[in-house]
């Protein structure tokens, strides 16, 4: 990924390589935990998932984890199909742009572990009081 932008955004592609190094980046233990999650980035959520959440403004919607989450897979289900981690572009780029205090490739990060906690069956509120104790 280049930088600066030359007076461009971020590509989908752009993200998607923050989105790797960032999982590159976590402990090798917790990406191994993770097992096989299908990461994507999309320039928004489509207005079904939006519909679905309840939420109005796309620019709410940052990260999506679609699957069933770990505590919750049984080997006596069917094969529940594969976990997907969306990202979408346009709602980090707008946070990004909003905030000013973090950088594009930490706020991606944030974005990624948040729904890798959704896929380990956290809440957004257990998410939420994990961070804030860490930090």
């Known amino acids: 990924m280049s930088k600066p932008y030359a007076g461009t955004a971020p590509s989908l592609d752009d993200l998607a390589a923050l989105a790797e190094a960032a999982f ?6 917790f990406r191994r935990m993770t097992g096989d999650v299908v990461f994507r980035v999309d320039d928004f959520a489509s207005d079904e998932v ?12 940052t990260g999506l984890y679609s699957g069933v989450h ?5 080997v006596f289900d069917p094969s529940p ?17 909003a905030r000013g205090d973090v950088s594009l490739a930490d706020l991606v990060s944030h974005v990624l572990v948040h729904e890798i906690g959704h896929h380990f069956g956290l809440s957004d509120d257990d998410i939420h009081a994990i961070e804030d104790a860490a930090g």
Request: aromatic share 10%; proline share 8%.
């Open 24 to 29: 590159a980046a976590l402990p090798e233990g």
């Open 50 to 61: 939006l519909d679905e959440l309840g939420i109005e403004d796309p620019f709410e919607l």
């Open 70 to 74: 770990i505590g919750h897979r049984s």
């Open 81 to 97: 199909g594969p976990s997907r981690i969306f990202l979408y572009r346009r709602a980090i780029l707008d946070e990004w742009s």
